[in-house]
T-cell receptor, first 114, second 109 residues
Framework: SAVISQKPSRDICQRGTSLTIQCQVD?????MFWYRQQPGQSLTLIAT?????????ESGFVIDKFPISRPNLTFSTLTVSNMSPEDSSIYLC???????????FGSGTRLTVV | RKEVEQDPGPFNVPEGATVAFNCTYS??????FFWYRQDCRKEPKLLMS???SGNEDGRFTAQLNRASQYISLLIRDSKLSDSATYLC??????????FGTGTRLLVSP
């Protein structure tokens, strides 16, 4: 089965700094998404990562805060910019493989902002 | 009405019990539905997909009620290892997956 590699798995960052999270899949996927899961909460979609064009953001999320890249069909990055403690969360990439309707998640990045 | 709603629980059941969770959804046009399992500090993993009236896999049964717009997950003969959070998910437009808040299950000896 296909492998999704997400890194870093965890980080502790100073407020005001930025962190870039990478999601690498070992086969081509049709869709890639970025989710956030705040402590004790369910998953909230941040944006759809579009290959070769700007990401599509959900209400409440903006490109300046969460810039996303997807240069090809197997790789995407999410940057959490100018971090504050409220950004402490788990960030998850999710992909849809061709011919499969369900979504598969990376192992997540546990971010703590101090 | 939220797009996807679940009872957060927790559901506390003894080993061997049968337990059921419901999930209601607002988009009557939805055609596919998913149950994910999430263990503490882990990513969600697909448990079952539901595309028609229902699906069964061993001790797990998922059923769809389109008229009332809910899906259910039934777990028979609960094991200690079934303790987890069960997330209901429904795709919306452009294949975006919307999750419920999750239902926490605790199975005790």
């Amino acid at each position: 089965s296909a492998v999704i590699s997400q890194k870093p798995s965890r980080d502790i960052c100073q407020r005001g700094t930025s962190l870039t999270i990478q999601c690498q899949v070992d086969s081509q996927v049709t869709m890639m998404f970025w989710y956030r899961q705040q402590p004790g909460q369910s998953l909230t979609l941040i944006a759809t990562a579009n290959q070769g064009s700007e990401a599509t953001y959900e209400s409440g999320f903006v490109i300046d805060k969460f810039p996303i890249s997807r240069p090809n069909l197997t790789f995407s990055t999410l940057t959490v910019s100018n971090m504050s403690p409220e950004d402490s969360s788990i960030y998850l990439c999710s992909v849809v493989f061709p011919g499969i309707l369900s979504y598969t998640f990376g192992s997540g990045t546990r971010l703590t902002v101090v | 009405r939220k797009e996807v709603e679940q009872d957060p629980g927790p559901f506390n059941v003894p080993e061997g019990a049968t337990v059921a969770f419901n999930c209601t959804y607002s988009n009557s046009a939805s055609q596919s539905f998913f149950w994910y399992r999430q263990d503490c500090r882990k990513e969600p993993k697909l448990l079952m997909s539901v595309y028609s009236s229902g699906n069964e896999d061993g001790r797990f049964t998922a059923q769809l009620n389109r008229a009332s717009q809910y899906i259910s997950l039934l777990i028979r003969d609960s094991k200690l290892s079934d303790s987890a959070t069960y997330l209901c998910a429904v795709p919306t437009g452009f294949q975006k997956l919307v999750f419920g808040t999750g239902t926490r299950l605790l199975v005790s000896p």
